[in-house]
């Protein structure tokens, strides 16, 4: 079943602009990843953040979290058309071992030049 | 380094054919392996995945099957598919000695039953 959900399910925005997407979850997390999947191909890993952690950067990408509300938010700075891709969010549940990943649905990010 | 392979990249079949679907990863051992299903347009659904040979978890309880025959080797099957398995099929794998980790995703079978 999905567990984490990205809002807005859509995004347009012009190159140079800020992009906010967030995502919201349902139980206590261990952690929460999020991915890029450019059209027709698989999904790249962009960042983790720790369930004891607030907020994370890796590069243009900013990476908040908020374990009380259940919450988390990606920012991508600055950004350029080939940022264009959907953006998913993923939970890993605590209960240790090998929980699979679950996914959201996605935001589908266009970033027009 | 690591690398994951999945093919074909994409496949025709009609109603009632039977799928095999083939990943492999190289540069690990002992992988945990994954496959996804995703709708056009729609997120990830976990399908199977495995923590080591002959160890398979269903997530989903429908007309398709997996096998790890060897450690590397993730196989995903279906002896009569139907129009609704239509879809991209994505297999992944992370490391299984460190759990929760990210995981790593082939380019995908973008499958089409008519």
């Known amino acids: 079943s999905q567990q984490g959900e990205e809002d807005p399910q859509a995004l347009s925005i012009q190159e140079g602009e800020n992009a906010t997407m967030n995502c919201s979850y349902k139980?206590?997390?261990?952690?929460l990843q999020w991915y890029r999947q450019n059209s027709g191909r698989g999904l790249v890993h962009l960042i983790l953040i720790r369930s004891n952690e607030r907020e994370k950067h890796s590069g243009r990408l900013r990476v908040t979290l908020d374990t009380s509300k259940k919450s988390s938010s990606l920012l991508i700075t600055a950004s350029r058309a080939a940022d264009t891709a959907s953006y998913f969010c993923a939970t890993v549940s605590l209960g240790g071992g090998n929980t699979p990943l679950v996914f959201g649905k996605g935001t589908r990010l266009s970033v027009i030049a | 380094s690591q690398t994951i392979h999945q093919w074909p990249a994409t496949l025709v079949q009609p109603v009632g054919s039977p799928l095999s679907l083939e990943c492999t990863v190289e540069g690990t051992s002992n992988p945990n392996l994954y496959w996804y299903r995703q709708a056009a347009g729609r997120g990830l659904q976990l399908l199977f995945y495995?923590?080591?040979?002959?160890?398979i978890s269903s997530e989903v309880p429908q007309n398709l099957s997996a096998s790890r025959p060897q450690d590397r080797q993730f196989i995903l099957s279906s002896k009569k598919l139907l129009l609704s398995d239509s879809g991209f099929y994505l297999c992944?794998?992370?490391?299984?000695?460190?759990?929760?980790?990210?995981?790593?995703f082939g380019d995908g079978t973008r499958l089409s039953i008519l």
């Open positions: 139980t206590s997390i261990n952690n």
């Open positions: 495995s923590v080591g040979i002959g160890q």
């Open positions: 992944a794998w992370s490391w299984g000695s460190a759990p929760n980790q990210p995981q790593h």
